[in-house]
């Protein structure tokens, strides 16, 4: 006599019989376990992971140096062999010989605006506008350096860290922060933010004693933190950024390891591994989700409500262990830049698909997606899916929950839909937006900066 076992795995082209004697039942049971395990394991990471590399992309390196997303969610990545872009069709290649890019190693990339977007190099700074380049170096511009370790578009302005000083681009003119001009008494600087307040904050590292110091500039007064009297020893301050609280995160590396510091005010909190689970050896970019912390290092760290979760190449489908950069585009899609795997996508409900064609659904559950872009000081895009026809609204709010304004009031069928909200009638601030379909509801954190 045979019975018969039916067992669906994640993927839904896939359908295991399997034939189980009632006499050999007992012994097969424990391979049949095996079998399921690996192969759902094998299933989820499929679904989870996408990588790009020079073998199924356009990719012309797999040593990824940077990476950055824009207001079309196009995806410009900066290799050791050029400037790939990716508009999610298709595949564009940036070098020496078909540009004006001052050289093929790319170390940084930041957007001012829509069609336009800054490229650092070992060799100066581009700037492709509408497609027309322009390019600065110590030859035709007042930079001090050519050797731009990292672009970033922050407070209105483009900054540019160099081992110079430090490089502001603004009102077509650049005002440079150095030891001899400034505050900035370190040259060699490896990060740098402006927070809310519109102070400047650098992560500069002194050669001399072989120690990082943070410095923050605001009103005309700079404030210094050696990392040393921190308890961070030797460290360089290599990854800075801000979130919607106005709290600075700082990513340390260096021969003590690495460090995750939170400053809130005059509070610093150190995550490190003598004091908590997360266990990189080095910090080199930090992106910031909501309240979610991705730590990209030493592999890729989650840091979520108090918990570490690490993923690398033995428990995930990341193709180095090394990474350089780490940004989250508008489907909360997160894109990892490896040191010699190349590019690889995650996405923890398996949705990577959405990555190759914007216009396919994501899914069909309700969801409210993170607007895009957030912070926005002018624009921005509020995308969600409902499952079911139904009457669907959107409104804002404000912190206080008062109504402000109704962006969406109508009845849609089962879909992907995406809509603009502007706010320039309102104040800069904290906003709340809520989505409502049938009797369900969901409601996430709009931060508006005029």
């Avoid at 006599?1 to 049971?29: C, G, H, Q």
């Avoid at 957007?111 to 977007?117: A, C, K, L, P, T």
């Avoid at 979130?243 to 340390?252: E, H, R, S, V, Y």
């Amino acid at each position: 006599m045979v019975a018969s076992d039916f067992i669906k795995l994640n993927s839904p082209n896939w359908l295991i019989k399997y034939e189980i004697k009632k006499d050999n039942m007992k012994r097969n049971l424990p391979a049949v376990a095996v079998l399921l395990f690996f192969y759902s394991i094998s299933f989820a990471q499929q679904a989870e992971w996408k990588v790009y590399n020079i073998t199924n992309s356009g990719l012309p390196d797999n040593q990824i140096n940077a990476i950055h997303i824009d207001s079309q969610n196009v995806k410009w990545i900066g290799t050791s062999s050029g400037l790939a872009k990716f508009d999610n069709s298709g595949w564009s290649l940036f070098n020496t010989s078909n540009s004006q890019l001052p050289s093929n190693y790319i170390t940084g990339i930041a957007s001012d605006g829509e069609n336009s977007i800054w490229v650092g190099t070992d060799s100066g700074i581009a700037h492709l506008i509408n497609g027309n380049w322009e390019v600065f170096t110590q030859t035709n511009s007042a930079i001090v350096s050519n050797n731009i370790s990292q672009v970033k578009y922050s407070g209105g302005a483009i900054w540019a860290a160099t081992d110079k000083g430090l490089m502001k681009y603004s009102g077509n003119k650049w005002m440079i922060y150095d030891s001899d001009n400034s505050g900035l008494y370190i040259d060699f600087v490896c990060s740098v933010v402006t927070d809310k307040d519109g102070a400047i904050w650098s992560g500069t590292f002194n050669h001399l004693d072989f120690n990082g110091v943070l410095i923050s500039y605001n009103n005309g007064g700079w404030t210094y933190y050696k990392l040393k009297d921190r308890g961070l020893f030797s460290s360089f301050p290599n990854a800075l950024v801000c979130d919607f609280q106005n709290n600075i995160w700082l990513g340390t590396k260096g021969t003590t390891g690495g460090a995750l510091v939170k400053i809130s005010g005059t509070v610093w909190t150190i995550y490190d591994k003598s004091n908590s689970d997360y266990k990189g050896s080095g910090i080199n970019s930090i992106a910031i989700e909501g309240d979610d912390k991705w730590i990209g290092g030493n592999g890729v760290t989650l840091f979520k409500d108090g918990n570490w979760t690490t993923f690398n190449r033995s428990n995930s489908g990341l193709p180095d262990d090394f990474v350089s950069e780490i940004t989250i585009d508008k489907f909360g899609n997160k894109w990892i830049a490896t040191i010699s795997g190349g590019l690889a996508v995650y996405n923890k409900d398996g949705v990577i698909s959405s990555v190759d064609n914007d216009e396919k659904p994501i899914n069909s559950k309700f969801q409210l997606f993170d607007n895009y872009p957030n912070p926005f000081n002018n624009a921005t895009k509020v995308r969600f899916s409902i499952p079911a026809r139904n009457r669907t609204q959107i409104k804002i709010y404000d912190m206080l929950g008062s109504e402000l304004l109704t962006i969406m009031d109508e009845v849609k069928d089962a879909g992907v839909y995406e809509t603009a909200l502007n706010l320039d009638a309102y104040s800069s601030g904290v906003y709340l937006c809520r989505l409502t379909s049938g009797n369900v509801n969901a409601i996430k954190k709009l931060i508006y900066l005029k």
